[in-house]
């Protein structure tokens, strides 16, 4: 079984979160510690610790994630430019151990803020 996070807890119920959106998928909340006017996740409903966790089974949910966040990017009124990204590891800042997706928005971002 998976180990519960934070994110499996806002799911239940158990922390209150900004919910934006949700579907028998997935949930999208505001984040906490926002990085751009609108800083959004995309949480799937099913915990998969990181990306690289997922397998054959989980790729109809990773398409509706991905289909889901554009969805959500409309609602948000920033579906001409937003970013979206997805943390593997804590080598790369992933702090919470359950898959999500930021979607980023509102400023312009640069590739030297990402180290490309």
Known sequence: MATETIFSKIIAGEIPADIVYQDEHCVAIKDVAPKAPTHLLVIPRKVIPRLCDASEEDRAL?????????????????????????????????????????????????????GF
């Open 62 to 114: 990773l398409g509706h994630l991905m289909l889901a966040t554009g969805d959500i990017a409309r609602q948000a009124g920033v579906e001409e430019a937003f970013r979206v990204i997805i943390n593997n590891g804590a080598g790369v800042g992933q702090t919470v151990f359950h898959l999500h997706l930021h979607i980023l928005a509102g400023k312009e971002f640069s590739e030297a803020q990402l």
